[in-house]
């Protein structure tokens, strides 16, 4: 327990310097984050002007634009979800959401972005969006984003049958989103590789990155789930060459040492192989000296065989000598 809250006071002191770097309203008007204060819908912002201190008052419907620096730990939390490591993503993400929630109003604010992460991690744990404090709290958001989240709860909540498959199918068509296509083709893949069906699962896969080509972290994550149900069906070659396409494709890509880390083990074969590689070494031998032991016997059971000619002479023995006396009868004659 006491790790756990030491590890949320480190997140949050790391997260607290990750805000907005700026606004710009829709009057053309910039202001630094740092002289913004955000309460509500409302924002005052407090600058230097001719005339000295000037407080400007605004909403956030106000503002047409937000840039926010990377928030560090949302790096992380996508790096725990890839390792699977979902129960560390949640309560990493968890933190995030509790220190951004105050930009939850505001365009492209990092609160979104860390509460799709965590409805990941929540999927991952087989577990249900109701089991996010945060997933419901979606007042306030940008039309845009409650759409993006909505959608995104729906497909952590749809089940694991052939009609969540078609449900998932649909909305990857009727939506324009390109990240919801892409995590409602995620869905499907997932669906069928616990379904046992591996091969489509890895289809199905390899389908994400069409979606969204452009998300480099749903990009891999499906790389990776194709080339590992590909390895559970013995086809390990297979596997490498996905990984190797994807890092052609990608050669900067972070991912590139857990890459080659796969690739080994793709390449090392599993007991089950050794097993059943050395039985059929085993009977391959087997079969090589069968014919030869049979030779072998065959020679032994069977009697030897004697020359031609000492044939020849033990018959010539056994036929009887014709008679050569030559008849007085017709010598007389």
């Not at 937000?66 to 790096?79: L, S």
């Not at 725990?80 to 990493?92: G, R, S």
């Not at 991952?124 to 993006?148: R, V």
């Amino acid at each position: 327990m006491r790790s756990f809250f030491l590890l949320t006071l480190l997140l949050l002191a790391s997260i607290s310097n990750s805000h907005s770097q700026e606004y710009l309203l829709k009057n053309g008007r910039r202001f630094p984050a740092s002289a913004v204060k955000i309460s509500g819908m409302n924002c005052t912002a407090t600058v230097a002007g001719e005339g000295g201190i000037e407080t400007v008052v605004f909403t956030i419907k106000d503002i047409s634009q937000a840039t926010f620096a990377p928030v560090p730990d949302m790096a992380k939390a996508r790096d725990l979800i890839v390792q699977k490591k979902f129960d560390e993503a949640f309560t990493v993400t968890d933190v995030i959401l509790k220190a951004t929630v105050q930009f939850k109003p505001l365009p492209g604010n990092p609160w979104v972005e860390a509460l799709l992460l965590q409805l990941d991690a929540l999927e991952g744990k087989k577990k249900k969006s109701s089991d996010s404090t945060q997933a419901a709290a979606l007042i306030s958001l940008t039309p845009d984003e409650n759409e993006l989240v909505t959608k995104m709860i729906s497909i952590v909540d749809s089940e694991h049958t052939p009609a969540g498959i078609e449900k998932m199918k649909t909305l990857a068509k009727e939506t324009n989103i390109g990240y919801v296509q892409a995590r409602a083709q995620l869905r499907i893949a997932d669906v069928q590789a616990d379904f046992g069906n591996l091969e489509q699962a890895a289809k199905e896969y390899l389908c994400v990155p069409i979606f969204n080509a452009t998300d480099s972290f749903l990009s891999f994550r499906a790389t990776m789930s194709a080339a590992n149900c590909l390895f559970q069906i013995k086809r390990g070659e297979d596997a490498i060459k996905i990984l190797d396409y994807y890092l052609s494709d990608n050669p900067s890509t972070k991912y590139k040492t857990m890459i080659e880390t796969e690739k080994l083990r793709f390449k090392t074969p599993t007991k089950d192989e050794e097993g059943a590689d050395n039985a059929a070494a085993k009977g391959a031998a087997a079969a090589d000296s069968t014919p030869a032991k049979d030779e072998a016997e065959e020679k032994k059971e069977s009697p030897k065989e004697e020359p031609e000619e000492e044939k020849k002479e033990e018959t010539a023995k056994e036929e009887p000598t014709p008679d050569k006396t030559v008849d007085k009868t017709e010598t007389n004659k």
